[in-house]
């Protein structure tokens, strides 16, 4: 050990003398470090190696430091595989859905730690679109290990996975395109991913039926081997169940797709020495994984069911698992699951279980299938669940198919001649008188199954006879059971025969009758009724006796409809007896049988109630409490029940008041908020248009400056530039007009100033004028004056001159 | 059972279009006035006759709600035809035809034939979207246009053998490669058996694969 140590120091160096070794969790930081921001591909690679190889044994350090730098190789480093293996391979480990060995004693290490690193891990969905980008990759080891990372994803957190998986376009076909991988390692670690992925998401579900997943596993199943084949088959069993259960669109493409014949080869039978050889393991899960499959198709209620049931008969299935069901050698386990889907198969469908009937087994003297299914059932020898696979089978075969249900009844009516021939009625009857309380409660309810419904058989049955088993003599087979009731040692036995005898009285006056004539029944039920020790056991035998009152024709002198109302009142009262009879549907084995028609029953002594008198019971509950407080003196009986209601009325009255005040409450603060929501988007729409105002103005400052260079093309921008230069040409030319005019101002004012002057000379000129005219008048004066002087001179001198 | 060809289908449009009801006029030659919300996909498939071939139709019927288009958008590469639907009585769900076509170019393979319906034509009175507008739209894209009543059942026997004829013309050009199951086309098993004496390679393993089942 010394030498292997020193051999790592001389590898790895030697730490430094005083200093202690890196702590783990040291180691991952510096490796973290190095794959986050080494340049070199190298470092990266071998810090993820390192990263891998540490990720076992310190998980918790590795996961809490390493998953953001993984994921950002994964994204960066696609190109260089061994890196991204390396990656895939660490984040593996960091999510497995296991414990690793070392961690399992460790305490400090939580079991689902695995999922919380997962949870982690897709917080953010892009990191799964990482991986499933992954598997494009063809590499082997890179495909391998991000097929397997998601399927430890999918371990851990199934529904977040898928639901992020559904979104990714084509994230579901890529993943099936794998399964053609021709490497058969990447197909069958697919085919276990695909069983994860489909896991309870019918939409998952049904896009992996649509990409032809169906075909493909039946060629990987044929090329495999069918049943004789290894796990792979199984794992594509699986895989179909998958894709079936709970899933009728599914269910109705199988059918359609004429797969159904396909399965054809899965239930092949080898000839008999073969078989006796025994069933390898590996076929006994493949087998029954098929059985599984073909229940899965003919096991639903709805409409779609019928159809399967009739591909199945037609595709030859049913009579492969009648083939399966008869051949020597089977497995216990696989005989019951066979005979449960062959009980599905033929459930409601005629054809089918007319079909059932003639089967017969390879036995001397060839029996039918049938018969020898209800010995097994009969037989305490026979497993437990085998034998309740048959009471299903039965009920199943029985199913409203009244000819057969008439057949079962004509094999206890006394025939000429046959007695030598075993027969079915004779079979139960046998069993109704066995020692066995199993046997009794089968079949009881075989019995009861052959009455269901059917008024007929219930008369017919009636005239049955039975020789007494002390050897006394024969007695009617109704009687009988009533007397084996008080009989009776076992409660499965008694809880079985009440079952019988409310179907039988149910809807029959005839059979009530009889059971009110004689046998000592009614005083059966009544203290049963009346004591309170077995809840169970006095509801049914009140519930019967509800019945024998409600289809009481009154031909029994001793219990007419009134005389038996006053036993009840007496022995038991009205009250009591009506919650004896109203509890059985609370009780614990009611809710169990009424789930499904298949009798889940895990051991013998948990026997109890049958999944069709459940139906019975629901049917008939309120009929016969109404029929019974009806013609009671009716409210007084019961003023405990009514003050009970009263008070809950009361309380329900209480709860409505505060429910509606705090709806009221609800409504003002909506009311409140939707005010407030109101205003707040009126400042929202108001503060938008002033930003839109702003906006353009912004953008009209902008077109300004825009302008000049002309780079704008908006509409308005163009507008409002042809506008502005619109403008700008007006104004020009408003100026030119407002110089014209000042122009013209000046040239009035020196017009003006012109004519001032020009009158002003006028002033002076008429002046003038005036002065000179007065000039002229003196001078016209003057003149005359000297004309005158001239004259008087001329006068003087010379007349003689004319 | 035996058919010639098997073809896949998708049936797209908004909710409300009567996608569903076509359907099952289609499969079962009902109607049903009152429908649930188709959740997810769902599936039907019916045996028509082509050229005096036996061929399968296998549709798939999805839900028209914007919660499903991502589950939806996985059903466009398998599929060798897509019934396109709007309602005649709501133009907004003509307005959304571009979307879907967008989504489907965008995830179906390229040879997929798209028929475009409009639905409910027997509620004349209500109409607001004038056929010659569905034709248009059409022409424009390549498609091939109907109008259809599901009630009524007019054209629905049309509009899904139509489509069909489609296809099978485009098989006997060529156009569609018939091996590649992922076009939505599947080789019924009488005829691949045909095909294998016809002895093309690449039917090797499709009658490999026959000869195991049968």
């Known amino acids: 050990m010394d030498f292997l140590k020193s051999g790592i120091k001389t590898v790895l160096g030697s730490p430094e003398v005083g200093t202690a070794a890196p702590s783990p969790a040291e180691t991952v930081e510096r490796l973290v470090e190095r794959v986050t921001n080494s340049t070199l591909l190298q470092d990266r690679r071998d810090s993820c190696r390192a990263l891998k190889a540490l990720s076992q044994n310190y998980r918790i350090e590795v996961g809490a430091q390493a998953m953001d730098a993984l994921r950002q190789v994964l994204e960066l480093d696609r190109a260089d595989n061994e ?27 939580p079991c689902n730690i695995g999922e919380q690193f997962t949870e982690m891990f897709i917080k953010d969905p892009q990191n799964v679109q990482l991986v499933l980008d992954l598997l494009d990759e063809y590499d082997f080891r890179v495909r391998l290990s991000a097929v397997q990372l998601l399927t430890f994803m999918l371990t851990n957190r199934t529904r977040d996975i898928q639901e992020i998986i559904l979104v990714k376009p084509m994230g579901v076909s890529k993943m099936i395109d794998l399964l053609g991988d021709t490497r058969e390692v990447v197909r069958n670690e697919t085919l276990l991913l695909l069983i994860k992925l489909t896991k309870g998401n019918a939409n998952i579900q049904k896009i992996v039926a649509f990409e032809n997943t169906f075909d493909r596993l039946f060629e990987i199943i044929a090329s495999e081997g069918h049943a004789e084949g290894g796990i792979i088959v199984e794992d594509c069993l699986l895989l179909m169940l998958n894709l079936l259960k709970n899933n009728s669109s599914n269910v109705n493409f199988f059918k359609e797709g004429s797969y159904v014949q396909r399965l054809l080869p899965l239930l092949a039978t080898r000839d008999d020495e073969a078989e006796e050889a025994g069933w390898a393991a590996q076929r006994v899960a493949n087998v029954q994984v098929t059985l599984l499959v073909v229940r899965a198709l003919v096991g639903g209620q709805g409409a779609g069911a019928g159809g399967c049931r009739r591909a199945v008969r037609a595709g030859g299935v049913l009579a492969a698992l009648c083939g399966v069901l008869m051949s020597s050698g089977v497995p216990a386990a696989v005989l019951a699951d066979t005979i449960l889907a062959v009980a599905d198969a033929v459930r409601a469908e005629p054809e089918s279980q007319d079909y059932l009937a003639q089967v017969t087994a390879p036995s001397d003297p060839p029996r039918p299938t049938l018969l020898v299914l209800l010995m097994c059932m009969l037989n305490e020898k026979q497993p437990f669940q085998l034998r309740c696979a048959v009471l299903y089978c039965f009920e199943c075969f029985l199913y409203r198919n009244e000819s057969q249900q008439a057949a079962l009844v004509s094999t206890l009516l006394p025939t000429a001649g046959e007695a030598a021939r075993l027969t079915a009625g004779q079979l139960l009857c046998g069993g109704l008188f066995s020692r066995d309380a199993a046997a009794n409660w089968f079949a009881a309810v075989a019995l009861s199954h052959a009455l269901r419904d059917n008024p007929e058989q219930k008369r017919r049955l009636l005239r049955v006879v039975v020789a007494a088993a002390g050897g006394g003599a024969p007695e009617s087979l109704v009687s009988q059971c009533g007397r084996l009731l008080q009989r009776a040692a076992d409660a499965r036995a008694q809880v079985a025969l009440l079952m019988l005898l409310s179907h039988w009285a149910a809807g029959c006056p005839a059979a009530a009758a009889a059971l009110l004539g004689g046998g000592g029944a009614v005083g059966w039920a009544v203290s049963q009724a009346a004591d309170t020790d077995d809840p169970l056991l006095s509801g049914l035998a009140a519930f019967l006796l509800a019945l024998l009152y409600h289809y009481n024709d009154d031909s029994v002198p001793e219990y007419t409809k009134e005389a038996l109302k006053q036993v009840i009142v007496k022995r038991i009262g009205l009250e009591a007896f009506v919650s004896r009879l109203s509890s059985v549907s609370r009780l614990e084995p ?174 002076t000129l008429r002046k003038d004028q005036d002065d000179l005219l007065v000039l002229v008048a003196d001078q016209d004066l003057e003149l005359n004056k000297y004309k005158e002087l001239v004259v008087s001179a001329q006068g003087g001198r010379a007349p003689a001159e004319p | 059972m035996a058919y010639a060809y098997l073809f896949k289908y998708i049936i797209i449009g908004d909710t409300g279009v009567g996608k569903s009801c076509l359907l099952l006029q289609f499969t079962d030659k009902r109607f049903r006035p009152v429908h649930d919300l188709t959740i997810g996909v769902e599936f039907g498939a019916r045996m028509i006759t082509i050229d005096g071939k036996q061929i399968k139709l296998q549709i798939w019927d999805t839900g028209g709600q914007e919660a499903f288009r991502s589950i939806t958008r996985s059903y466009y590469r398998g599929a060798a035809g897509a019934l396109l639907v709007y309602d005649i009585t709501r133009r907004e769900t003509f307005n959304h035809l571009t979307t879907w076509l967008e989504d489907a170019r965008q995830h179906s393979n390229s040879n997929m034939v798209i028929m475009l319906i409009g639905n409910k034509s027997d509620l004349e009175s209500r109409r607001e979207v004038k056929k010659e507008e569905g034709e248009a739209f059409a022409r424009e894209h390549g498609l091939v246009f109907m109008e259809t009543s599901a009630k009524t059942a007019a054209n629905v026997e049309e509009a899904f053998i139509n489509t069909a004829k489609e296809i099978y013309e485009k098989i006997q050009e060529g156009v569609f490669d018939i091996n590649n199951e992922a076009n939505g086309i599947k080789i019924g098993p009488q005829h691949s058996t045909g095909a294998g004496a016809g002895g093309a390679g690449g039917a090797g393993a499709g009658g490999a694969s026959s000869g195991g089942c049968c």
Do not use: W
């Open chain 1, 590 to 763: 009611y809710s169990a049988a009424s789930k499904q028609p298949q009798p889940v029953v895990a051991q013998p002594h948990l026997l109890s109630l049958d999944y069709e008198f459940c139906n019975l019971y629901r049917e008939h509950e309120s009929l016969l409490l109404s029929g019974l407080a009806a013609e009671g003196p009716a409210e007084a009986e019961h003023p405990d029940t009514l003050a009970q209601y009263r008070a809950l009325i009361r309380q329900q009255d209480a709860r409505l008041h505060e429910l509606v005040a705090q709806l009221d409450q609800l409504l003002h603060n909506n009311r409140t908020l939707q005010n407030t929501l109101n205003d707040s988007l009126a400042t929202n729409s108001h503060l938008k248009d002033e930003n839109t105002l702003l906006k353009a103005q912004v953008s009209a400052a902008g077109a300004m400056s825009a302008a000049p260079r002309g780079s704008t093309t908006h509409d308005a921008e163009l507008k409002e530039r042809e506008l502005q230069e619109k403008i700008e040409l007006q104004d020009a030319k408003l100026r030119e007009y407002e110089s014209e005019v000042e122009e013209l101002r000046t040239a009035l004012r020196t017009a003006e100033e012109g004519r001032r002057k020009a009158e002003e000379e006028l002033v």
């Open chain 1, 83 to 109: 890196t991204i293996h390396y990656a895939l391979d660490t984040l593996k480990n960091i999510m497995s859905p296991t414990l690793f060995k070392v961690e399992e004693d460790n305490h400090q290490v």
